[in-house]
């Protein structure tokens, strides 16, 4: 099954339609399955005053508020409206993160594939009680958490009425160092609850979302920018289209590397073992009638001769006719 590849768009329109949709064309061009951006309504998500994290100050060179970068960044129903037609006409899945349930209703009104719940929203109970009472798929972005805490959020959405829930691992840094990555935990989330994994990317690079693939995520959500040189929170941590659609590439190379698990011989090395795997042939003169000994034979490439794993089988047998040098032996 091939993993959902999400383009985060995000907040990297910086408030602008223009931008989104080329944002939106761009990740079509690169591979993504699905375009996602992020929806609210500023005064209902955040209050006055709150400073912006450690990595915003630095990704945005500026100290303005919480509420003043995501008021500037905001982008109106409308915008979303405008944005989901291009989707739909250009063929790419439009999807955004709801962070309050006006938002969400809205984005449901759109006909979005799926719910996508933030990092920030895994101890909002009441949002994502309400999350699980539309009966969508959701995609839960794990990061800052523990697994109690990713319990109790699972156990809200259910109690709402959903149980197509999907773990993202993600760690909320942005860009994320990588010995901060944990990449093993996805595979811990499964175990734990017994859901669908996937890993929401905020390196630097790519291997990582390619690594993940190849533990078995089944979603892969990764930061995408026109350019990382542009102003915002999040550019500096996303792909540019280039380094987005090799990584595309590289995903579906490895999904297709994965095979199906059972070890057997492909039908091209079926092809190959007739030149390349040894025989059993004779190593002197053996006439007719000899008790082959081990120091008659030996194993080599050939092209006639009983197969090498059959040497036990062999030795101590009487030979039926005259065996000369390099030739295979035979019952």
């Known amino acids: 099954m091939k993993s959902l590849i999400i383009a985060e768009a995000g907040v990297n329109h910086n408030g602008s339609i223009a931008i989104a949709k080329e944002l939106c064309l761009a990740a079509k061009e690169a591979g993504a399955n699905v375009v996602k951006f992020q929806t609210w309504i500023t005064e209902r998500i955040i209050t006055h005053g709150v400073a912006q994290a450690d990595y915003q100050v630095q990704n945005t060179g500026n100290n303005q508020s919480q509420f003043d970068m995501l008021k500037s960044l905001e982008l109106s129903f409308d915008a979303f409206r405008e944005i989901k037609e291009y989707c739909d006409q250009i063929g790419i899945a439009f999807a955004s993160t709801a962070d309050e349930p006006e938002s ?47 319990d109790r959020a699972i156990g809200a959405l259910r109690s709402g009425g959903t149980h197509d829930i999907t773990l993202l691992h993600c760690t909320t840094n942005y860009p994320c160092p990588f010995d901060d990555v944990n990449l093993r935990a996805m595979n811990t989330l499964g175990t734990a609850f017994g859901l669908p994994v996937g890993y929401s990317d905020h390196t630097q690079g790519i291997e990582v979302a390619i690594a993940a693939v190849s533990l078995g995520a089944t979603v892969v959500e990764k930061h995408f920018t026109l350019s990382r040189t542009m102003e915002g929170p999040d550019h500096i941590a996303s792909t540019e289209p280039d380094e987005f659609k090799r990584m595309v590439t590289a995903i579906r190379n490895v999904e297709q590397s994965l095979g199906t698990g059972i070890k057997q011989p492909t039908q091209s090395e079926k092809e190959i073992s007739d030149v390349v795997l040894k025989r059993i042939v004779a190593d002197r ?29 062999v030795v101590g047998t009487e030979a039926r006719s005259d065996f000369a040098i390099d030739e295979g032996i035979v019952f």
Do not use: H, Q
């Open 104 to 150: 969400l209703d809205f984005l449901l009104s759109l006909g979005i594939p799926f719910i996508k719940l933030g990092s920030g929203d895994l101890s909002n109970i009441p949002f994502l009680r309400y999350c699980g009472s539309k009966g969508m798929p959701v995609i839960l972005s794990t990061g800052m958490g523990t697994l109690a805490d990713v």
């Open 285 to 313: 003169f053996v006439p007719k009638g000899t008790i082959i000994s081990e120091s008659d034979l030996c194993v080599k490439r050939s092209s006639s001769g009983l197969p090498a794993e059959m040497w036990d089988l």
